[in-house]
């Protein structure tokens, strides 16, 4: 599999931040040696994923869609996206393996998993109400 390291971090205060940038690109480094994956590119974005729209991993995406990639590494879920739409494209292209696995530090999410269980854990998830 060719790994994107993708690390974000929102624009919001530094002390709301799990890991800072090159902390996340420092501990994903470790992690693909230590499996020996083929990381291929890392992409570094500091931009808020409440809305679709990140040039970053916008570009990230194309990469996959693309074929030039087929795997993603980040630190969390939460890293990728916190909103439905990026959510989405995410579950379709892990869904129909175009993503072939996307990692974080603790987990897997591989193509024959159930979505559902991805969807659960994205944040943007707990922020909708139910009428």
């Not at 002390?15 to 499996?35: F, G, M, P, W």
């Not at 996206?81 to 999410?109: A, H, M, S």
Request: hydrophobic residues 40%; glycine residues 4%; contains cysteine.
């Amino acid at each position: 599999m060719k790994y994107i390291i993708y690390c974000r971090k929102s624009t919001e205060s530094e002390d709301r931040q799990v890991l800072s940038l090159d902390s996340q690109v420092h501990e994903l480094l470790d992690i693909a040696k230590n499996q020996d994956l083929e990381v291929i590119k890392t992409m570094k974005e500091s931009m808020s994923a409440k809305a679709p729209g990140r040039p970053i991993f916008n570009d990230m995406m194309k990469m996959i869609v693309s074929g030039k990639a087929d795997a993603i590494l980040c630190w969390k879920i939460d890293r990728l996206t916190r909103n439905p739409v990026d959510g989405g494209q995410l579950q379709w292209l892990l869904q129909t393996g175009k993503i072939k696995c996307i990692k974080t530090f603790e987990k897997n999410y591989l193509p024959n998993d159930n979505v559902l269980l991805m969807s659960i854990e994205q944040p943007w998830l707990t922020s909708i109400s139910v009428i």
